[in-house]
């Protein structure tokens, strides 16, 4: 079973569309992110839940709009793609512990393509 | 601005010998620190995490940390082609959100 998954795999579209990405984590996990990976494969949080409590926003365009209905699932919606936005989209989530040690799983990631 | 640093590479090892991968952090409040593997187009995977000074051995791969100097490293001993990846070093001031370096190419030659 596939710890955290990621729905589409590819996504391919014109710009100013709008797209979601969805996650899911079947690992009982407490806390969720998004991260942007860039074609220098440089890799950035953008946003974190926990327990739908959103707790980290960086400084992120406000075209992306993340969503967590449930703490196992934690959605990415982006309004008026522009080119810049081609990348690929981590989700990943860990589980708060007393230690501070909260070691992140990744997903798949989702190969984001603007044209 | 916090920030993790590493020399992108690629890096280029013989097959048999030690890869040593290097990482530099800017926040002396960073805490605790992740070294992930990445192979080319796929997700980061966790290799270890070490938040004491000193050295942290699991099978190959030992993680180095030295607070005094903000400095970081990943030794894997006996390297394989299958360790041919992108290495990605990351640190965390506490709490959920971790910072990763740019990542370094290491290219192991059988």
């Known amino acids: 079973d596939t710890a955290v998954s990621q729905t589409p795999k590819y996504l391919v579209t014109q710009m100013g569309n709008d797209k979601s990405i969805k996650c899911e984590q079947n690992l009982g996990h407490d806390t969720m992110y998004w991260y942007k990976q860039d074609s220098k494969k440089f890799l950035k949080i953008m946003f974190s839940?926990?327990?739908?409590?959103?707790?980290i926003n960086e400084t992120v365009p406000n075209r992306f709009s993340p969503k967590s209905p449930d703490k196992a699932h934690l959605n990415l919606h982006i309004n008026s793609l522009e080119l810049g936005d081609s990348a690929v989209y981590f989700c990943a989530s860990s589980q708060t512990t007393s230690g501070g040690l909260e070691t992140q799983y990744f997903g798949p990631g989702t190969r984001l393509l603007v044209l | 601005q916090k920030e993790v640093e590493q020399n992108s590479g690629p890096l280029s090892v013989p097959e048999g010998a030690i890869a040593s991968l290097n990482c530099t952090y800017s926040?002396?409040?960073?805490?605790?620190f992740f070294w992930y593997r990445q192979y080319s187009g796929k997700s980061p995977e966790l290799i270890m995490f070490i938040y004491s000074n000193g050295d942290k051995e699991d099978g190959r791969f030992t993680a180095q940390l030295n607070k005094a100097s903000q400095y970081v490293s990943l030794l894997i001993r006996d390297s394989q082609p299958s360790d041919s990846a992108t290495y990605l070093c990351a640190s965390s001031g506490g709490g959920n959100k971790l910072v990763f370096g740019a990542g370094t190419i290491l290219r192991v030659k059988s």
């Open positions: 839940y926990n327990n739908k409590e959103l707790i």
């Open positions: 926040d002396r409040g960073s805490q605790s």
